[in-house]
């Protein structure tokens, strides 16, 4: 599957969590997420900066078995979730009515 098709699905995946599900925002909230184990799919931004500020995200997520999903625009990502802020991660844990998407993404990158 193509990087673009990802992207958009994630934050597709993100929208309707956000409606029936539950997400963490934030590095701190996803970080947390991470390392309970309650995340099942981590995005982050491409555009964060200083870098530093999720480059732990990644590999804590390999380190978990979780899928971690780099989107281009933390200002896209913020929307998705519904905060009219740029956001840096944002975590679901709780996919609602965004179970089947999830899943296809969660495939579609472990191909």
Do not use: F, W
């Not at 184990?37 to 981590?42: P, Q």
């Not at 679901?92 to 899943?103: N, P, Q, W, Y």
């Amino acid at each position: 599957m193509a990087e673009e098709n990802i992207q958009d699905k994630v934050y597709e995946a993100i929208e309707t969590a956000k409606a029936s599900g539950k997400l963490k925002k934030g590095t701190n909230e996803v970080t947390k997420a991470i390392e309970r184990e309650e995340a099942k799919i981590v995005a982050i931004a491409k555009n964060v900066s200083p870098a530093e500020i999720t480059m732990h995200i990644p590999l804590l997520c390999k380190e978990k078995g979780i899928v971690c999903v780099e989107v281009t625009s933390k200002e896209e990502l913020g929307a998705a979730a519904g905060i009219d802020k740029p956001s840096s991660a944002i975590a679901i844990v709780k996919e609602g009515d965004a179970k089947k998407l999830v899943k296809e993404i969660i495939d579609s990158v472990k191909e």
